[in-house]
């Protein structure tokens, strides 16, 4: 029990530095601010375009905008063929039809699939996992909210990255790779590392 609250006191320490960084580079969470995580998504694709020595153009961006959508339009229109007599959809997109829609939408753009932010994420994250972080990253406009998410899932990877699982040990070191060099990330884990390194010093 005392090991679980020590993690949870990191984690609630990482949040609350992290939100009072974003603060001071005038960041504050204005619901009409952009997403940090709209920003890291699409750095993300940058840095492994960079990596694959395809430079990403602003054509080239607009193009898997573009694909994405229409391989999302095309997903919608199979689901009602498939859902017959079923006029509207309630529920979200879930993550494994996420990850289709845009394995398609990469594809007919051009671009490696694992461009995509979420590529790695999937595939490290189990069934339960991948429910239960997709339904946050959902239901979570606030940029509180997000700071959080972003810190379980930072941990998640870091954890994965030095677990037994060969794959999943692969997969988390090339997103954790790419995310270094993604210069808003690198401010956050800068502040993260504080944070382990104070609870570090404390014991």
């Not at 997403?35 to 750095?43: A, G, K, Q, T």
């Not at 039809?97 to 394995?103: D, L, P, T």
Request: charged share 35%; net charge neutral.
């Amino acid at each position: 029990m005392e090991v679980i609250w020590c993690q949870n006191k990191k984690l609630l320490l990482c949040f609350i530095l992290l939100f009072l960084s974003f603060q001071s580079i005038g960041s504050e969470p204005k619901k009409d601010n952009v997403s940090i995580f709209n920003i890291i998504i699409l750095e993300y694709i940058r840095v492994t375009m960079d990596e694959y020595k395809q430079p990403l153009s602003k054509e080239k961006m607009d193009e898997v905008h573009y694909e994405s959508a229409l391989a999302y339009v095309n997903y919608l229109k199979s689901w009602f063929e498939l859902n017959k007599g079923v006029e509207v959809r309630t529920e979200r997109i879930n993550f494994n039809e996420a990850k289709i829609i845009n394995e398609n939408g990469f594809k007919a753009a051009k671009l490696p699939y694992d461009a995509w932010f979420f590529a790695d994420i999937y595939d490290v994250f189990d069934e339960n996992e991948r429910n239960k972080f997709w339904r946050e990253m959902n239901s979570n406009s606030e940029r509180e909210s997000e700071e959080k998410i972003f810190v379980d899932l930072w941990f998640k990877m870091k954890t994965e990255a030095e677990g037994t699982s060969i794959e999943k040990r692969k997969k988390s070191q090339r997103w954790l790779k790419r995310m270094r060099k993604i210069p808003l990330v690198i401010e956050i884990e800068k502040t993260m590392t504080m944070v382990e390194d104070s609870f570090r010093y404390k014991k």
